[in-house]
């Protein structure tokens, strides 16, 4: 696995991760609305979030859309109408976390028009949103879960995220296409993820699934592939899953026959290196 190249490595023709914060929960509290008004936008936290969901609990704050972007601009910048960030789907994943917790690495893709608080660790926009699904499945798979949780104590730090080995599947690379429309499935599950969901040939909102059972079946097909794509051997895997002792033992059987599945799809297949 450590043959791969780092998340926090730039490498040219690939896809690349910045992550960063948005606003402070303490010091940008004076922005904060207890309630949704016209012109406000939802401010996301870490507890709103769960992997492959935006919406696993309530929010609890919003901001007027206008003040935002006006706390968002850089110095001497101007508010000529650009875009930012919050105006697109990106990645964002559960700042709080540790070692002990049924799984350490949580993320999903936050929709277009959101704040997130300094809770959730945002991405930077992508063009290719396809590429935000496929990173996605590799975070919140137990091989990458694996190797975070070595060096995670209370906080996901952004830099141990970048210490990550990865692989940069893109559009063009085997197994990528199969991986990024399962995700979708899973995450473009409201209206709000309509333009992502035609983006990657879903159609729409109402293609993703949302019977946990399916949903469960999907996420132990995407922890069998991502395993391969490590080049895991099958004990590999299986010792991997032994070290996650608080998730359901069905969800780990799952997840080894899904491996045991995709043996012939992934044959003589080299560990991407890039």
């Known amino acids: 696995m450590t043959k791969l190249p780092l998340l926090g490595e730039k490498i040219e023709d690939k896809w690349n991760l910045e992550l960063h914060r948005e606003f402070n929960m303490t ?9 949704p008004e016209q012109g406000t936008l939802t401010l996301y936290e870490g507890k709103m979030i769960h992997q492959f969901t935006h919406i696993f609990a309530e929010a609890k704050y919003w901001i007027g859309e206008q003040e935002g972007r006006k706390a968002l601009l850089k110095r001497k910048e101007v508010d000529s109408g650009q875009k930012f960030d919050y105006q697109n789907y990106r990645l964002g994943y559960r700042d709080i ?11 999903t893709i936050l929709p277009p028009n959101v704040f997130a608080g300094n ?16 990173i996605c499945s590799l975070l919140n798979s137990f091989t990458c879960d694996f ?6 104590t209370s906080h996901c730090n952004m830099f141990y995220v970048y210490q990550l080995p990865v692989p940069r599947l893109t559009k063009n690379d085997r197994n990528f296409n199969d991986i990024v429309q399962r995700a979708a499935k899973l995450i473009c599950t409201t209206p709000e993820f309509d333009e992502l969901a035609q983006e990657v040939g879903l159609g729409s909102h109402q293609q993703g699934v949302t019977d946990e059972a399916e949903r469960a079946k999907l996420r132990a097909e995407l922890d069998g592939m991502v395993a391969h794509l490590y080049g895991l051997t099958e004990d590999e895997f299986s010792y991997i899953l032994t070290t996650f002792p608080i998730v359901n033992a069905t969800v ?23």
Do not use: C, G, W
């Not at 010091?27 to 309630?35: G, I, M, P, Q, R």
């Not at 976390?97 to 993320?107: D, F, G, K, L």
């Not at 799952?254 to 991407?272: D, I």
């Open 97 to 107: 976390a540790s070692s002990t917790n049924q799984r350490t690495m949580i993320a």
């Open 252 to 274: 780990k059987e799952a997840a080894l026959e899904a491996y045991r599945t995709f043996v012939p799809m992934f044959a003589n297949s080299e560990l991407v290196s890039a």
């Open 147 to 152: 190797i975070i949780r070595q060096k995670v």
């Open 27 to 35: 010091d940008d509290a004076f922005l904060f609305k207890k309630k």
């Open 119 to 134: 809770t959730v660790v945002l991405s930077n926009r992508f063009s290719k949103h396809d590429e935000l699904l496929f």
